[in-house]
């Protein structure tokens, strides 16, 4: 049974690389039907916040990533923690460290100069039992540890390089690397797939695992994202959390699906449906250099989902999108209209919040303030013409596409004029020069009487 996790620090929002972190071990368990969980490593009490938290599961759930089980909070198994590290010190492979915090640095100085990692003075002696001390790793002098990593090959260190890291604080508290192995091993992780900044921390936490006696997960370690200028991804960017893809407009199945390229490729395909992205991610994919964020990228990708949208879900998306980020609340007959549109307008836009100017021409109140070319459109003549158009289409019926663009053919024959005399002045009538499809399109989703009290503002007799 294949058991992944994906472990965030809840110090700020769902971000954007953690979310991808995410998402792989989300389908990797998919793929070998196995359980894909979520841990949140809370112990830095000072930086971790009940918002992040929630912010994390509201990302995650936005995204279609939600774990099989409840949450693990890593505060909650500290008594687990002290208890592995009481096994430490059974087997040997654990001491405690009576160093002042000058003395820490002093060696630590020292270390550097001879080109060796870090050990405690108490490494070799028993501590005083009435000094605060700290718990630390008895790292091997001899040998090197090696893991077998999936992204990365065969990374092996020699174990004079790895520091006596410490284990449990002097106040007894766990510290990350303690917490996470245990947790790993009591959640039953058998493939961990992370960001590659936390490479050289497998390598020590294999030796405590061996240390332990149990089995070290399986490891795959992803380059971190890096911006458009191949610089590590940072605030400079624009948006790191989750939460501000779906501010712009991003679909979670656009924003899934470009993530899952960002740094695994599968053959030359783009596209993914959830099925097919199960079916065929795999670790050997999993590129060795780091990705760059393609903001047009990841509109096109989106563009594509876009298109596959249910009509509905993408009208009630786009209008929730409009009220929080904008808000502007919608009557029910302009929501109609709008949710009429949407089989042609979903193809017209990149993202939710591009409906916003798709639909502008449908939101405008009458009578339309028409500025600029499209006013220049509305010469004494056009507007003349508008008034003799209104009366030939008025009785159209059905009032659709099709028979309403036949009107208005047969309404320039008879007029004896190209069909740029009627269509322009036509299209600044119904939507002030704002965005919009095809104008017998735009007559059919404004409807019969809203499209004849448009050109009727802007007629002369
Ligand atoms: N909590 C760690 C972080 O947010 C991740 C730990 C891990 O994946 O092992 O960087």
Redesign the pocket.
């Known amino acids: 049974m294949i058991v992944t ?5 809840p110090t700020g929002y769902l971000h954007i690389g ?1 979310a991808r ?1 995410a998402l792989f071990n989300y389908v990797y368990a998919r793929r070998h039907g196995g359980r894909f969980l979520l ?1 949140i ?1 809370d112990t830095d009490r000072a930086r971790s916040t009940a918002e992040a938290t929630q912010a994390i599961l509201d990302g995650l759930d936005w995204l279609g990533l939600a774990p099989d089980e409840p949450p693990v909070f890593q505060s909650k198994n500290e008594a687990r923690h002290a208890e592995v590290a009481e096994a430490l010190i059974a087997a040997g492979a654990a001491y405690r460290c009576a160093m002042t915090q000058e003395e820490i640095e002093a060696e630590r100085a020292k270390a550097r100069e001879d080109g060796r990692a870090f050990r405690s003075l108490w490494r070799d002696k028993e501590a005083p039992a009435d000094q605060p001390c700290a718990l630390r790793f008895r790292t091997p002098d001899d040998g090197e540890t090696v893991i077998e990593d999936a992204v990365q090959g065969r990374v092996a260190v020699a174990n004079r390089q790895l520091d006596d890291l410490v284990l449990l604080r002097a106040d007894g508290t766990p510290t ?1 690397m303690l917490a ?1 192995i245990a947790d ?1 091993h009591d959640m039953g992780v058998t493939h ?1 797939i ?2 590659d ?2 490479l050289t ?1 497998a390598v020590r936490q294999t030796l405590i695992y061996r240390a332990l006696g149990w089995d070290v997960p399986a490891f795959a370690h992803v380059p971190l994202i890096h911006g458009p200028d191949g610089a590590k991804l940072s605030k400079r960017h624009g948006a790191l959390g989750v939460d501000a893809y779906r501010k712009m407009g991003f679909l979670p199945e656009g924003l899934r699906n470009y993530l899952l390229r960002l740094g695994w490729a599968h053959g030359d395909q783009e596209l993914f449906s959830d099925a097919e992205a199960i079916a065929a991610f795999d670790l050997e994919g999993l590129n060795k250099a780091p990705a760059r964020l393609d903001f047009a990228k990841m509109e096109s990708v989106n563009a594509h989902w876009m298109k596959q949208a249910d009509d509905e879900r993408l009208t009630g998306l786009f209008l929730d999108w409009l009220r929080t980020e904008t808000g502007e609340a919608v009557d029910t007959v302009t929501a109609d209209r709008i949710g009429r549109a949407m089989p042609i307008l979903k193809g017209r836009a990149q993202t939710v919040a591009e409906l916003d100017g798709q639909t502008r021409f449908i939101r405008m109140s009458r009578p339309l303030a028409i500025e600029g070319k499209s006013e220049k459109a509305l010469t004494p003549e056009a507007r003349e013409r508008l008034q003799r158009l209104a009366k030939a289409i008025d009785s159209i019926a059905p009032w659709e596409e099709d028979p309403l663009h036949d009107a208005l053919q047969h309404f320039v024959e008879d007029e004896g004029v190209g069909f740029g005399k009627i269509g322009q002045p036509l299209r600044a009538a119904l939507t002030a020069g704002a965005p919009a499809p095809d104008i017998g399109q735009v007559l059919a989703i404004l409807g019969r009487e809203e499209s004849l009290a448009r050109i009727g503002d802007q007629a002369e007799a």
């Open positions: 996790r994906f472990a965030p620090s953690g972190t841990r490593e990350y996470v790993d961990i992370r960001g900044d936390h921390n």
